[in-house]
């Protein structure tokens, strides 16, 4: 990120980076089913405890079911129905139920606290008594979503099956969240949407959405869900049963509020070729914090998807990254009077395993700490924030190297002019002639951290080693005098007291440009117009 407020820092408002949407479920595992045999549905023995101790028998398990599911719901909707809220049944999944829930905040004025409760039906995991078992399968279950402005979080949803197992789900905004915070902390801002155009304090907004990482989550999700389930504790005193949470799906956005739309629009133009044309798989993998081989490849071991794709929405172009099923994007979010919303990066992650945190294994000695794969439980949520920041910084700071006014020919002509360096006339480069595979070797990202040396150009500029000491010899003088052109255009630079260079930083720039555009055709130019 430090490379992206670097180049664009004059234009920038702010930043703040934090959860924009998160999604939690919570599951009571004591009721969950073991693994299935082949060619059998999965045995529910928790299912099969929670009868035997409430001294019920198999077979009618059906009717206590109905009956509980009953209680539940009316439970669960009778705090609506004192306050003369709406309840309503929806008859189709296609229904926008956030809409429809939003429509009813503002027709009857609601600014805080319950505002409607939403009935469907929805294939959920239930259960079934089939021979001597009760076995997990999957049926129609009516759910009820609970919708509420929270004092804390602002604007969210939370979601019960009235049927065994009373599977929950909670859906939050941070963006919400942090709405509550700076109107606690006096803190002035102006939002459109789901973000903020303008904040009067972004350093203190930043430290707020920070502040959000050290919620107690599991006080606040146990006590979300005792209100859908007010009758949990009498329902299980036999059988106790807790939830445990996992986080099903988490997004940490990073947006940078710009003082004119005009600056945004034009680098969001070049982002959007920059992005499209070329970024690789080896990119997507970098920015998820994969490593590729030292030739540049995707591993051979890599057996997942690497996806970039282009979409145009309402307010602008979309530019989306993923792998696997996680993904990291980027998109213009806000045009307005008052400030111009950049989305820069936003990270969501649904399939943490391709991930890893540093923790001890599960029911293990707290001092084993090993890098294990990262688990969907809120313990490691902490964890989840940093991938996804880092995944953040990595996008845009790849999208640092975007030039944000020069063409390619104003870019290079500089270097296309004989210089005077060290009192001697030096030539002038031919990027896309003879010295295009000395500007593309010295650009490999293999040499981006330590740079390089003469001999490391050496074996990648010739294709067989040298015969002989007298070929060796000739070989390093010629690489020493093309070393010596490029640093007299301003490539390279010597690190000191030593043998290495690395490319200067505002070469970065020139060497992009012109490796991409050698490596474009006119037809993939004229492509990328079409689907913009």
């Not at 279950?141 to 009235?162: D, F, K, N, S």
């Not at 949520?381 to 880092?390: F, H, I, Y």
């Not at 070393?483 to 490539?491: K, S, T």
Request: charge should be positive; proline fraction near 4%.
């Amino acid at each position: 990120m430090e490379q992206f407020i670097a180049k664009f820092g004059d234009h920038i408002e702010g930043i703040v980076s934090g959860f924009d949407r998160l999604v939690f479920r919570g599951t009571l595992r004591s009721l969950s089913p073991r693994r299935p045999q082949p060619g059998r549905p999965p045995i529910a023995m928790g299912m099969e405890q929670y009868l035997w101790r409430n001294h019920i028998l198999f077979k009618d398990y059906g009717q206590h079911v109905k009956r509980v599911s009953e209680r539940v719901r009316e439970a669960s909707l009778e705090a609506f129905r004192q306050q003369g809220l709406p309840v309503q049944y929806l008859q189709s999944s296609k229904d926008k139920k956030e809409e429809i829930a939003r429509n009813l905040a503002q027709k009857h004025g609601i600014e805080q606290g319950l505002v409607c409760a939403l009935g469907i039906l929805e294939p959920s995991p239930s259960f079934d008594h089939r021979g001597m078992n009760m076995v997990a399968r999957v049926r129609p279950c009516q759910v009820l979503y609970h919708y509420q402005i929270h004092p804390e979080v602002g604007w969210m949803y939370a979601r019960i099956q009235t049927w065994f197992p009373f599977n929950v789900q909670i859906g939050m905004n941070g963006r919400e969240w942090l709405q509550r915070q700076l109107e606690r902390a006096g803190i002035g801002y102006q939002k459109q949407d789901n973000c903020f155009v303008r904040i009067a304090d972004y350093g203190r907004a930043q430290a707020l959405l920070q502040e959000q990482l050290r919620t107690g989550w599991a006080a606040m999700l146990d006590g979300i869900a005792g209100s859908l389930n007010p009758l949990h504790e009498e329902i299980f005193q036999h059988f106790p049963s807790h939830y445990y949470w996992t986080c099903y799906q988490s997004e940490w956005a990073s947006d940078v509020v710009f003082r004119e739309g005009a600056c945004l629009k034009r680098l969001m133009e070049r982002f959007t070729r920059h992005a499209v044309l070329d970024y690789g798989c080896t990119d997507v993998l970098r920015f998820f914090g994969k490593k590729p081989t030292l030739a540049g490849q995707v591993p051979k071991s890599f057996g997942g998807t690497l996806e970039t794709d282009l979409k145009q929405r309402a307010e602008g172009q979309r530019v989306k990254f993923h792998l696997n099923w996680n993904s990291t994007k980027f998109y213009d979010k806000a045009y307005t009077a008052i400030g111009n919303v950049l989305r820069a990066a936003e990270t969501t992650i649904n399939q943490v395993k391709d991930f890893r945190t540093y923790r001890p294994k599960e029911g293990g000695a707290e001092e084993d700490l090993q890098w294990r794969p990262m688990r969907a439980g809120i313990a490691d949520l902490n964890r989840r924030a940093e991938v996804s920041q880092k995944t953040n910084e990595r996008l845009m700071n790849a999208l640092a190297s975007v030039d944000d006014s020069r063409t390619v020919q104003e870019l290079v002509a500089g270097i296309q002019k004989p210089v005077v360096w060290a009192g001697r006339r030096v030539r002038a480069l031919r990027p896309w002639g003879e010295d295009y595979p000395l500007l593309a070797v010295v650009n490999h990202g293999d040499f981006l951290i330590n740079g390089f040396r003469n001999r490391d150009l050496q074996g990648r500029l010739y294709a067989e080693p040298a015969a002989s000491l007298a070929e060796r010899r000739r070989r390093s003088a010629a690489i020493s005098r093309k070393l010596r052109m490029l640093r007299a255009h301003g490539i390279i630079q010597k690190v000191s007291k030593t043998h290495r260079y690395q490319v200067t930083p505002h070469a970065r720039t020139i060497l992009a440009s012109i490796l991409t555009a050698a490596a474009t055709s006119l037809n993939q130019l004229n492509q990328l117009q079409e689907a913009a």
